[in-house]
Each structure stands twice: as C-alpha cells, then as structure tokens.
C-alpha cells in the first residue's frame, strides 16, 4: 500500500532530511520507525500524509503519487489516512464527542452517520463514557485515545503516528500499544515513529532503522507478542 521510491526530502533551508529511500508496506503491516532525534523519522511520516513533499522520487500509497499529485486531490488522499501525534492536537473548546464529529462533518457526513460512527469508535477507544468531556479534563493517555478515534472514526486504511506515547508514562504507553495492535488486527495499516526502545522489543514487528536520512536496517525485531 505504500511505496518509497528513491525518495530524497530537502527543506527549503537546504537541511537534507531524507536521502535515496525505499520502501515498500503491505496493506496491513505494522510497521515502527525508529532512528535518532533528527535522523529523519518525522520527515518521512509528513511525506505519507503530503503534509511535506518529497523534493526527489515517488511516495506512493495505493499507487497514486503524492509528489505529483495536485493540491485539489489532497483531501482525497487524506481520507485514507489517519494521523496521530505525540502533543495530540485536539480543538480545546470542543468535547471529546465534537472532536471525533468535526473529522466527519468537514468531509460532509450526515448528523445521522456522524453521531452513529463517533459513539462506535469511542466505544471501541474505550471513551464512550467520557465523550462530553473536554479535552483538559481528560489524562494524557484519554487524550490520545480521543485523538485515535478521531484518526480512525473516517475509516483510514492507513493510520500513521509520530510518536504517540511520547508524552505517556509506561502503563498507559502500553495500552496505546494495545489499540493500535488491535486496529491493525482490524486491517488497519500502522506506520509509527518512536523512540521508546522497550515498546519496539516487545511488539515483535517490523523495525526500519533510519540513520541521517537513510534507511540502514529493517527486520522484525523482539521476542514477544502483545496479547490482545
Ligand atoms: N520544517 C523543517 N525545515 C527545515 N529542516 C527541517 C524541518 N523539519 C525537519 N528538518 C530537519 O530535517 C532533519 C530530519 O528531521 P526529522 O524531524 O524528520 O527527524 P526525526 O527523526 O523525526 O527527529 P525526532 O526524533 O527528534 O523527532 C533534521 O536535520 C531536522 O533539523
């Protein structure tokens, strides 16, 4: 589903993030980044969502190319794609309900199918009891089930993370964990960029290593499985 063709990203102010990479992920892999501070990690996730623009190559995801693509057909692309981050960035003055709603109603879904999907996905996030809640009244790890629900409620084939239990402590890093390998169970391809070296040696996936902008390792890697 995803395919990295060559690809080099150099930011305008010439600092060169990205050189020469390929890669290549099937439809319902699961897949962590890892590499470190400023080896290119992010950079690479921004290219999936077109959230940058690769200055060389191909970044393909189902086969369409993100580099050449035109800036009308981004959102279409977008509504494959899930994103979630390690400062969560849900809208402060709406509920945890609203936040998850907003992601359906801006692609134009009915009240009906919103209200009907938002409760499903908060009940799969295991939220559905803190839907009118706002954001400041939730714990770290809530919050980023909230922001899991909202990458997840448009049913993205491809859910990417930058990060995601970044600002989490171990417990509730690990029931994060256990989500996301529940979605990805569900079909849901998973990319996930991370620094936490305990969490890669326990999930037993697959493990690209990024060093200065180059991929230089990607095996399975850990012994154990998380049971879900
Ligand atoms: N918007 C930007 N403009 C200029 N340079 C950037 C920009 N974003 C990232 N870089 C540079 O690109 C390189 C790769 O950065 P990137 O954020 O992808 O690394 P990372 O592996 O995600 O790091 P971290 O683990 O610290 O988040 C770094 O040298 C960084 O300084």
Not at 79 to 87: A, E, M, N, S, T
Not at 204 to 228: C, F, L
């Amino acid at each position: 589903m995803i395919k990295l063709k060559n690809v080099s990203k150099i930011y305008p102010n010439g600092a060169r993030a990205l050189f020469g990479v390929n890669l290549d992920v099937a439809k319902g892999d699961f897949v962590f980044l890892v590499g470190a501070s400023g080896a290119g990690k992010s950079t690479l996730i921004k290219l999936l969502y077109r959230e940058e623009i690769a200055t060389r190559g191909q970044v393909l995801i189902d086969n369409v190319n993100l580099v050449r693509m035109s800036s009308s057909h981004v959102p279409l692309v977008r509504r494959k794609i899930g994103v979630i981050f390690q400062d969560f960035k849900l809208l402060p003055a709406k509920t945890v309900f609203e936040n998850v709603a907003f992601a359906q109603q801006v692609i134009g879904k009915s009240m009906k199918e919103t209200r009907e999907n938002t409760n499903t996905i908060l009940d799969l996030v295991g939220l559905a009891k803190k839907k009118n809640a706002f954001p400041s009244e939730l714990s770290g790890g809530e919050q980023q089930r909230a922001c899991i629900a909202r990458a997840l409620v448009n049913k993205p084939a491809l859910l990417v993370a930058d990060e995601p239990t970044g600002n989490l402590d171990v417990d509730t890093s690990w029931s994060i964990m256990e989500l996301l390998n529940h979605v990805n169970k569900l079909g849901t391809t998973v990319v996930m960029a991370t620094h936490a070296r305990y969490i890669i040696e326990q999930m037993n996936k697959r493990v690209i290593r990024i060093e200065e902008g180059k991929i230089v390792d990607d095996s399975i890697e850990g012994a154990y499985r998380i049971v879900t």
